[in-house]
């Protein structure tokens, strides 16, 4: 696998021992990500071995031993919180803004994975994913930042409020990202210059998580939200550079005439979360 490919799912893997670490602490399901009926028998237990699960996996791919098998164990988590948690969730809420920026990460932190899960090595071409599941998850991890961009312009004055106070034009800077991420979310659905919106979308996320997520966690330790907002920008700063290498990769193996067919296909703004 290639060296980006490494690194990405190095990052990624570590956020994701994070959100299992703080599901062991709380003693509870990852706050916002895997919001578990309170009426769900064993509720606590199936937490706590889920998040088991996301330690070790979490590690495997840091340590990039056997890692798409990590990968694909992740990718699991990921999309039954998706189908049997979050969707349900926007069902019963539709005008919960929250709800929909939460699905739409959960959608994207699960199609990143899934295509370091899926994908394979120069030497063995006949690992490759069919096309179409390619192009399924390059559409959901672009559809994601649409939605975030959208989600920025809905709650501008808390994307605002949000951004450190030792950073000038808080209202040009919250109005920037929403572009930014409509832009990434564009490029990748029609995949003109989706390497260089990947590329930026890490180096944006990686930035968030040293400027705003670090010092929001110093500055409160004991809240979970906090925690899982900085380890959901982690993943999405590794999952963008998975997703570049994914991409560039099929891209290179596919002939011409296929791309043109598979070419029609954070850090996030959440009301009731300190992100921005």
Not at 62 to 77: F, K, L, N, S
């Amino acid at each position: 696998m290639e060296r980006q490919s490494r690194v990405g799912g190095a990052i990624y893997g570590a956020a994701i021992v994070g959100l299992g670490l703080v599901s062991l602490v709380l003693r509870n399901a990852v706050p916002d990500l895997e919001p578990l009926p309170a009426s769900l028998p064993a509720r606590v237990l199936i937490a706590m071995l889920v998040a088991l699960i996301l330690v070790a996996a979490g590690a495997s791919l840091t340590a990039d031993w056997r890692a798409r098998t990590a990968a694909r164990t992740v990718g699991a988590v990921l999309t039954v919180w998706l189908v049997a948690l979050q969707l349900p969730r926007v069902i019963a809420q539709p005008k919960n803004g929250g709800a929909w920026v939460v699905l739409w990460e959960v959608a994207a932190m699960a199609a990143a994975i899934w295509m370091f899960a899926l994908s394979s090595s120069e030497s063995d071409s006949s690992r490759r994913p069919p096309a179409y599941v390619a192009v399924g998850l390059r559409i959901v991890f672009g559809l994601s930042f649409i939605a975030f961009g959208i989600s920025h312009f809905v709650y501008h004055g808390y994307v605002e409020s949000v951004i450190p106070a030792w950073i000038p034009g808080h209202s040009f800077f919250a109005t920037a990202t929403g572009i930014a991420h409509i832009a990434a979310g564009v490029s990748l659905l029609t995949r003109v210059q989706e390497q260089l919106a990947t590329a930026l979308l890490s180096v944006m996320f990686g930035t968030w998580v040293l400027v705003l997520h670090i010092p929001r966690v110093i500055a409160h330790p004991r809240t979970g939200n906090e925690w899982t907002s900085m380890l959901i920008a982690a993943a999405m700063c590794g999952g963008s550079l998975i997703v570049r290498q994914f991409l560039a990769t099929s891209t290179s193996r596919v002939p011409a005439a296929e791309r043109v067919v598979g070419a029609s296909p954070g850090l996030t703004a959440v009301p009731r979360r300190k992100r921005a």
